[in-house]
């Protein structure tokens, strides 16, 4: 740098707030956060006291910059130091506190934590002990005869033939050399056609310091475009840990890690992969994320959101591809005799998938209303068609009987006992297929997976279980629903009738009066009615009157008496 530039850009962070950074720091005690959130020539002061840079520019002499970070700095000629012919050299004084970084392991440690993966090379000089051949004295080669006992012609014959040689011993002894130390290449800068899978393994076991020999089921390398850009590289290991879930729910450090512009920045953001998704590895890179900012305001940071909906996207894309590609899981009838060498190679590999993360899936769909229908189409589940092996909510509904409109389920603690359940008879030998939850988070699973594909889930060994004729019954009582009622209704009318008729009838005879004798005889003249087949608004048709002959008149005949009356 020139004199210019070592004011421009150092002489300006000294005046605008060094002090006061550092004093932030040091009252929270902590010196951890050297390489995080682009905090740069700052971070120096974490450790140092008293900062010197030594700088040449072609164009200009060589300069020192020089600050206690107490606000001030001073820069004056190098006429003291060794030309650096072209460059920049910076020294730090130490703090007594901070002495631990001048070890080797420690300063190892940081660039393959923080800057493991940025674009220039960083060396170290470094000490080591090594294994050197160097010729023995000849005090020691007499001593060593003076003691050798008598020998034979043969070996002494073997004796010359070694003296002609130069004895050498091995000594060990320290050399000093730049140590390369970010030797591992960021392989998602690269486009993914330009890495080998070998690549690919090599540097899933280098971020995820797996040292084991199996290669990763499989990887999702992208780059995302738009509002927030990254770059980003996700894996799914060979095995899970065996802490998995029991720190589920406790644990926040995530196997992805955030970097900015190839710095490290942190492998605890929770945020960017939901809980069910922590067993993959992998990196996110962006450009745009902003630096000068704390952890917890990084966190809440509107990209983290955006980013974790892509994240979210590929890594589902990435295992619904694994089950494509195995050939146990979909036919691979219409491939190519090389498409389906390929795809024996990764037989398998979904069940196997499946073993290891299978309650992850299950609790996504748990826990995640929006992505809940995606995750079902990885659920796997043995029933009594599967043969013993996985089947998918798909393959149950592509044999589902004609008319059946509901997934029958049982949960229980094994295959075994489920399938002596007397739940299944009923439907077995109607065959109908019933799926085996054996999982103990199967019960909370089905709480909320309540259906799939409009298709209801229906669990046989529940009260109320309903097949698909009894479905249509149902269909049918709705529809006769309305005549139903109507019938009733008529028929609860007439009983009433009848009721009344007898009760009034039974009171008549045993000597009691009738409170209204004119709705009796209208009910006995319904009744005969009734009993006639005749119509309530029937009307009586009269006979036009036939010509009578004339009679001669006679007398007329005396009245007759009441009694009479009442007889006719």
């Given at each position: 740098m020139t004199k210019e530039d070592l004011i421009k850009n150092l002489g300006t962070i000294a005046k605008s707030g060094t002090s006061a950074f550092v004093e932030k720091m040091q009252s929270g005690g902590d010196l951890n956060l050297i390489g995080q959130f682009g905090v740069g020539f700052y971070s120096v002061y974490l450790v140092a006291d008293y900062v010197e840079v030594v700088s040449k520019h072609n164009d200009d002499k060589q300069y020192v910059w020089e600050s206690k970070a107490d606000g001030s700095f001073a820069i004056s000629e190098d006429t003291w130091n060794e030309p650096l012919g072209r460059g920049t050299e910076i020294r730090l004084h130490l703090r007594d506190e901070a002495k631990e970084y001048l070890e080797e392991d420690k300063l190892k440690d940081l660039v393959k934590k923080y800057s493991e993966f940025i674009n220039f090379?960083?060396?170290?000089?470094?000490?080591?002990?090594?294994?050197v051949e160097v010729p023995t004295d000849e005090d020691e080669t007499s001593e060593e005869e003076d003691s050798t006992p008598e020998t034979t012609e043969e070996e002494t014959e073997e004796d010359e033939e070694k003296e002609k040689k130069p004895k050498t011993k091995t000594i060990k002894e320290t050399t000093s050399e730049w140590e390369l130390l970010n030797d591992v290449k960021a392989v998602w800068l690269r486009s993914p056609k330009e890495v080998t899978d070998e690549e690919y393994s090599k540097f899933y076991h280098s971020l995820a310091k797996d040292f084991g020999d199996d290669k990763p089921m499989g990887w999702s390398h992208f780059t995302a475009e738009g509002d927030v850009e990254f770059k980003a590289l996700l894996f799914i290991p060979p095995k899970a840990?065996?802490?998995?879930?029991?720190?589920y729910y406790n644990s926040n450090k995530s196997n992805l890690k955030l970097y900015v512009r190839r710095v490290f920045i942190s492998d605890e953001f929770d945020d960017l992969l939901?809980?069910?998704l922590s067993f993959l590895k992998g990196i996110v890179d962006s450009d745009t994320l902003p630096l000068n900012v704390s952890r917890e305001m990084l966190q809440q940071h509107s990209s983290l959101k955006t980013i974790k909906k892509k994240l979210i996207r590929k890594a589902l894309d990435m295992i619904r591809k694994l089950a494509e590609e195995d050939p146990d899981e979909y036919s691979n009838k219409d491939k190519t005799d090389e498409e389906k060498s390929e795809m024996e190679e990764k037989k398998g590999q979904y069940a196997k998938f499946w073993n290891e993360f299978g309650k992850s899936i299950k609790l996504g769909i748990i826990e995640d209303a929006t992505n809940r229908n995606r995750l079902a189409k990885l659920l796997r589940f043995e029933s009594t068609k599967s043969?013993?092996?996985?089947?998918s909510l798909d393959e149950y509904i592509s044999r589902m009987k004609s008319g059946q409109k509901d997934i029958f389920y049982?949960?229980?603690?094994?295959?075994?006992?489920?399938e002596k359940s007397p739940f299944l008879e009923r439907l077995t030998k109607k065959n109908y297929e019933v799926i085996f939850f054996t999982d103990p988070v199967d019960e909370y699973l089905m709480q909320y997976l309540m259906d799939y594909e409009d298709k209801k889930f229906q669990n046989v060994s529940k009260e109320g279980l309903k097949l698909g004729k009894d479905s249509k019954l149902k269909e049918l009582k709705e529809s006769f629903k309305e005549v139903d009622c109507n019938v009733k209704q008529q028929q609860s009318e007439e009983l009433k009738h009848t009721a009344r008729l007898v009760y009034q009838t039974a009171l008549m005879e045993s000597g009691f009066n009738l409170p209204d004798p004119k709705e009796f005889a209208s009910s006995i003249y319904k009744s005969v009615q009734k009993g006639l087949d005749l119509s309530p608004d029937a009307t009586v048709e009269e006979d036009e009157a036939e010509e009578q002959p004339e009679v001669e008149e006679k007398e007329p005949e005396p009245e007759p008496s009441s009694y009479d009356k009442d007889e006719l």
């Open positions: 090379p960083i060396y170290l000089w470094s000490t080591k002990e090594v294994d840990p065996h802490d998995l879930y029991e720190s939901p809980k069910y043969d013993g092996k996985l089947a049982i949960t229980g603690s094994s295959k075994e006992q489920l």
